[in-house]
């Protein structure tokens, strides 16, 4: 079993920045992969970023690309995602995820973010 912990949300103005931290725990050896996802209300969870602990390969959806940075500690079993030139449409709840090697996935309770004026 893995254990997410999600913290860093909330209000930021257009073009702000936001950094997210995910700290993990449990089972930490079984984990894949850690990726950032995101959700509006109505909307389909959507991949932001993701990273592999061990190796620190990283990949971003096109609308991350250039603005977010995925990052590890892996002495801190944390990953974060640093958020920069954020626009009101990155508005939503962001989930910190973990998978395993056997593809079982571990899901954070989600903080929000909010970029408006």
């Known amino acids: 079993q893995v254990q997410v912990v999600e913290s860093g949300g909330g209000l930021v103005q257009p073009g702000g920045s936001l950094t997210l931290s995910c700290v993990a725990s449990g089972s930490i050896a079984s984990i894949y992969v850690m990726g950032w996802y995101r959700q509006v209300p109505g909307k389909q969870r959507e991949v932001v970023a993701t990273?592999?602990?061990?190796?620190?390969?990283?990949d971003y959806t096109d609308s991350a690309k250039g603005r977010f940075t995925i990052s590890r500690d892996n002495a801190k079993n944390t990953v974060y995602l640093q958020m920069n030139s954020l626009k009101p449409e990155d508005t939503a709840v962001y989930y910190c995820?973990?998978?395993?090697?056997?593809?079982?996935?571990?899901w954070g309770q989600g903080t929000q973010v909010t970029v408006s004026s």
């Open positions: 990273i592999t602990p061990r190796g620190g390969r990283t």
């Open positions: 995820n973990a998978r395993s090697q056997t593809n079982l996935r571990y």
